[in-house]
């Protein structure tokens, strides 16, 4: 333990440190010329008195000595609990601890850990994760959430380009806006039954994912947009809604099997792969646009369980020959659903209620092209 760590604190221009001083003169002492200096395995509370023009304020860290290396958390006490609000060491795996000083860890605090541009892999035992709390963290690779994490907050691991796995305990219910965005190495996650929303762009440009699996909640907006490298979609029915362009881009997509009660507008929009499309009949509603430009799709059934077909559905989907429409009353259709496909294309009904297609406003528009099954 012959290191020494120069201390400082990030303040505006006009406020200065007066003092730092150590809870444990055993474990790590303070110089006159604010080095730190460990001399024992232990942990110690280091305090900075700093002068502002509102008067004298405290902040707290959290020092680890470990021997082989040391962390340095800066720390709030709020609520009986500790929140984790930066931190100042240099290893590359760090284990955050679960309490500190007999008090619980709650939250890992907005940008505690943003730009540690060091730090390879992480284990969070805390029931929140803050917004960008690992942004920016340009060498992780692997996070552990222990069991007990309950929300992941906006922009979380944001551009954390070299994220290649991360475990997401069951507990979990918010997986926030952006919290994954850009993490382009992530080639797999799991997300548990727990989750009750994904947020806005939660994994936009997770380019090696290859497969998503969602249980439960809603799927927000462009929520997996351009993860080109995505193959297979399952959506159970515990899911009530996609939003407008969560999987649009996805030009590696290949097989959607959705049950959730609703699709979005453009929700799998320019999915130029997909060819495989299976819809349960928990599905009910078909939001305009929803599989547009999907050219490589040739053929889909729409459960009798929709009700309402959205404008432009197909539109552009050029390889499309066949609808089996499974509905013995026509579905309400909005717009121009299929206009551009008229040509060529199937229309499959109930023998039973060919008429009712005929004499519908709508599909009495494609008239030649409905067929009984």
């Known amino acids: 333990m012959d290191c020494t760590y120069k201390l400082s604190h990030a303040m505006n221009e006009r406020d200065t440190v007066i003092s730092w001083e150590s809870s444990d003169e055993s474990v790590v002492s303070i110089s006159d010329n604010s080095l730190m200096v460990p001399k024992k395995v232990g942990s110690a509370i280091i305090t900075a008195t700093i002068s502002t023009e509102d008067g004298q304020h405290t902040v707290d860290y959290i020092c680890f000595v470990q021997g082989r290396s040391d962390l340095f958390f800066q720390i709030k006490f709020e609520n009986s609990a500790i929140t984790i609000t930066g931190y100042l060491g240099s290893d590359k795996d760090v284990l955050i601890p679960a309490k500190i000083s007999n008090l619980s860890v709650g939250e890992i605090g907005n940008y505690a850990f943003s730009s540690s541009s060091e730090l390879e892999s992480i284990t969070i035992p805390s029931r929140v994760i803050g917004y960008d709390a690992f942004t920016q963290c340009l060498n992780l690779k692997n996070v552990f959430m222990l069991p007990g994490v309950t929300r992941i907050n906006g922009s979380a691991f944001d551009n954390c380009r070299k994220l290649t796995s991360v475990t997401i305990p069951s507990g979990v219910t918010l997986i926030d806006a952006c919290a994954f965005s850009g993490c382009r190495a992530l080639s797999s996650v799991a997300i548990p039954s727990s989750v009750t929303e994904i947020g806005d762009y939660a994994f936009q440009d997770c380019i090696s994912l290859t497969s998503v699996s969602v249980e439960s909640g809603i799927i927000?907006?462009?929520?997996?947009?351009?993860?080109?490298?995505?193959?297979?979609?399952?959506?159970?029915?515990?899911?009530?809604?996609?939003?407008?362009?969560?999987?649009?881009?996805?030009?590696?997509?290949?097989?959607?099997?959705?049950?959730?009660?609703?699709?979005?507008?453009?929700?799998?929009?320019?999915?130029?792969?997909?060819?495989?499309?299976?819809?349960?009949?928990?599905?009910?509603?078909?939001?305009?646009?929803?599989?547009?430009?999907?050219?490589?799709?040739?053929?889909?059934?729409?459960?009798?369980?929709?009700?309402?077909?959205?404008?432009?559905?197909?539109?552009?989907?050029?390889?499309?020959?066949?609808?089996?429409?499974?509905?013995?009353?026509?579905?309400?259709?909005?717009?121009?659903?299929?206009?551009?496909?008229?040509?060529?294309?199937?229309?499959?009904?109930?023998?039973?209620?060919?008429?009712?297609?005929?004499?519908?406003?709508?599909?009495?528009?494609?008239?030649?092209?409905?067929?009984?099954?």
Do not use: H
């Not at 029915?237 to 099997?257: K, N, R």
């Open 220 to 373: 927000k907006n462009s929520a997996f947009t351009r993860c080109t490298g995505l193959k297979e979609v399952m959506i159970s029915s515990g899911v009530t809604s996609i939003w407008p362009d969560a999987f649009a881009f996805c030009t590696g997509l290949e097989t959607a099997v959705i049950s959730s009660q609703r699709i979005g507008c453009s929700a799998f929009w320019y999915c130029t792969s997909l060819k495989n499309v299976i819809l349960s009949t928990d599905v009910t509603e078909i939001r305009g646009g929803a599989f547009s430009d999907c050219t490589a799709l040739t053929e889909i059934t729409i459960p009798s369980s929709v009700s309402l077909i959205g404008s432009g559905t197909f539109d552009r989907c050029t390889g499309l020959q066949s609808i089996t429409v499974q509905a013995d009353s026509p579905p309400e259709v909005e717009g121009d659903a299929f206009e551009r496909l008229k040509q060529g294309l199937a229309i499959y009904v109930p023998s039973i209620s060919i008429d009712l297609y005929i004499d519908d406003e709508f599909w009495s528009y494609y008239e030649s092209n409905i067929q009984g099954y």
